[in-house]
């Protein structure tokens, strides 16, 4: 439509391709920078594991492609390897955002073995 403010539909977004599933606000580290809310140890309630399915369910749907596994820190949570095969039978991309607290030889097979593509490492201090 000449004269138009609306964008043409092939300059419009398209769906979302990254899906950043912040699993807790728990974390053993305590960084100043951090952007969980300052009361994070009140906030108890995170989403379950059958509920975080179904969100993951619905991002595939809308179209997103790769997802994000992040917190405070994901390694926290009991379910994580149970989350991570249903991304892979999902046919997520996945990505692992870590700072690493819990991530032993032993837990990094069973995320393996579940399908995790990807991890991140993210140093918060030299010490």
């Not at 030889?105 to 995790?116: H, T």
């Amino acid at each position: 439509m000449a004269g138009s403010n609306l964008p043409s539909k092939s300059s419009r977004a398209g769906p979302p391709l990254w899906l950043l599933a912040e699993l807790t606000y728990r974390c053993p580290l305590h960084c100043v920078y951090c952007s969980n809310p300052l009361d994070f140890a009140k906030v108890e309630d995170e989403l379950s594991t059958d509920d975080w399915k179904r969100v993951f369910r619905e991002a595939r749907s809308l179209g997103a492609v790769q997802l994000g596994f992040s917190g405070g820190e994901p390694m926290l949570r009991e379910d994580l390897v149970d989350l991570v095969a249903e991304a892979r039978n999902l046919g997520f991309y996945t990505n692992l955002i870590t700072s690493g607290v819990g991530l032993n030889e032993e837990r990094i097979k069973a995320l393996k073995s579940a399908g995790l593509d990807h991890i991140q490492v993210s140093f918060q201090d030299s010490s």
